[in-house]
Nanobody, 126 residues
C-alpha cells in the first residue's frame, strides 16, 4: 500500500516559518517527482512546488518563489517544504503528491500525480 503522510502543519503568525514533511512508503521514492499542492476554503487546489527525482531541479509557483524551499532526502523517503515569511494568503491545507511520470512540462498539473497524502493544515494569522 502506497502511503504519503504529511506532518508539520500548524498555526503561525504572519512573517513566521514552518517546515512540512512528507514521509512516503510503499513506493520506490527516488523514482518519483514529488510535489506540494494547497487548497484554501472555497478555492481550487493549486500547485505550490515540485522537485525532480535527483533533487537537481525545483519548480515554484510565483506566489511562493523566494519564500518557500522544497527539498528531498531519498535515503529517508521524505520530501520537505520549508515555508518562510508566511502570509495569511498561505493559509490552506497542504498536500504532498508523488508523480512517477512527471516531467518539466507537467509538474504543476495535479491530475498527473499518482498518489496523494491526506493533507496538513497551515494557518497563518495576521
Amino acid at each position: 500500500q502506497v502511503q504519503l503522510v504529511e506532518s508539520g502543519g500548524g498555526l503561525v503568525q504572519a512573517g513566521g516559518s514552518l517546515r512540512l514533511s512528507c514521509a512516503a512508503s510503499g513506493l520506490t521514492f527516488s523514482a518519483y517527482m514529488m510535489g506540494w499542492f494547497r487548497q484554501a476554503p472555497g478555492k481550487e487546489r493549486e500547485f505550490v512546488t515540485a522537485i525532480d527525482r535527483s533533487a537537481g531541479t525545483a519548480y515554484y509557483a510565483d506566489s511562493v518563489k523566494g519564500r518557500f524551499t522544497i527539498s528531498r532526502d531519498n535515503a529517508k523517503n521524505t520530501v520537505y517544504l520549508q515555508m518562510n515569511s508566511l502570509k495569511p494568503e498561505d493559509t490552506a491545507v497542504y498536500y504532498c503528491a508523488a508523480d512517477r511520470y512527471g516531467n518539466s512540462g507537467t509538474y504543476s498539473r495535479g491530475d498527473r500525480y499518482d498518489y496523494w497524502g491526506q493533507g496538513t493544515q497551515v494557518t497563518v494569522s495576521s
